[in-house]
């Protein structure tokens, strides 16, 4: 299985400040990687696939990069809704897993 | 517009089976893409359980071995996953989800608001 670690596990920012999350896998992933936000008590929501696309209708405050097993999502300016976690997923290959998550709070 | 709704039991005994369906509503099933399904323990991470595209191949997670199968009717437009002798272990919040492939990466791009269920006697 390939192993996704997510760095940190939690942080503490303020509105305005540029944040960013990092996920390591333990072999390439070909890119076959996504960043999904989740907030309490909701479902998680995708923000970017295959590494760097932008799904439709998210900020562009949030860009993905990255290539082979190391990948970054970036929130360039943290808003207030934005305080959430994140996951990454790596969809590559069987079982397709995610990291454990970054909870980005205040 | 798509969206996907979770249904099933909010509480299974041990050893028996666990039991849920994913109505989709604004998409045929049969139209394209693959369903899955995604589970939460409570406080803890995302895991995946398996997918299942409409021409037939399915991929499950090998941690839940020959536990899980999930089944496309696609007369009804719905999805259904079904989790065998279950334990406390398998007590979270189960996510069904549309999976896409696009920009050479596979991704839920859509989900469903999440059903708890809790295994317990």
């Known amino acids: 299985d390939i192993q996704m670690t997510q760095s940190p596990s939690s942080l503490s920012a303020s509105v305005g400040d540029r944040v960013t999350i990092t996920c390591r896998a333990t072999?390439?992933?070909?890119?076959?990687l996504n960043w999904y936000q989740q907030k309490p008590g909701k479902a998680p929501k995708v923000l970017i696939y295959?590494?760097?696309s932008l799904q439709s209708g998210v900020p562009s405050r949030f860009s993905g990069s990255g290539t082979g097993a190391d990948f970054t999502l970036t929130i360039s300016s943290l808003q207030p809704e934005d305080f959430a976690t994140y996951f990454c997923q790596q969809t590559y290959s069987t079982p397709w897993t995610f990291g454990h998550g970054t909870k980005v709070e205040i | 517009q798509l969206q996907l709704q979770e249904s099933g039991p909010g509480l299974v005994k041990p050893w028996e089976t666990l039991s849920l369906t994913c109505t989709v509503s604004?998409?045929?099933?049969?139209?394209?893409?693959?369903w899955g399904w995604i589970r939460q323990p409570p406080g803890k991470g995302l895991e995946w359980i398996g997918s299942?595209?409409?021409?037939?191949?399915?991929y499950n997670n090998p941690s839940l071995r020959s536990r899980v199968t999930i089944s496309l009717d696609t007369s009804k437009n719905q999805f259904s996953l079904k989790l065998n002798s279950v334990t406390a272990a398998d007590t979270a919040t189960y996510y069904c989800a549309r999976g896409d492939y696009r920009a050479a990466s596979r991704v839920y791009d859509v989900w469903g608001q999440g059903t708890m269920v809790t295994v317990s006697s």
């Open positions: 604004g998409y045929s099933i049969s139209a394209g893409h693959y």
């Open positions: 072999q390439s992933t070909n890119n076959y």
């Open positions: 299942k595209h409409h021409g037939g191949s399915a």
């Open positions: 295959g590494a760097s």
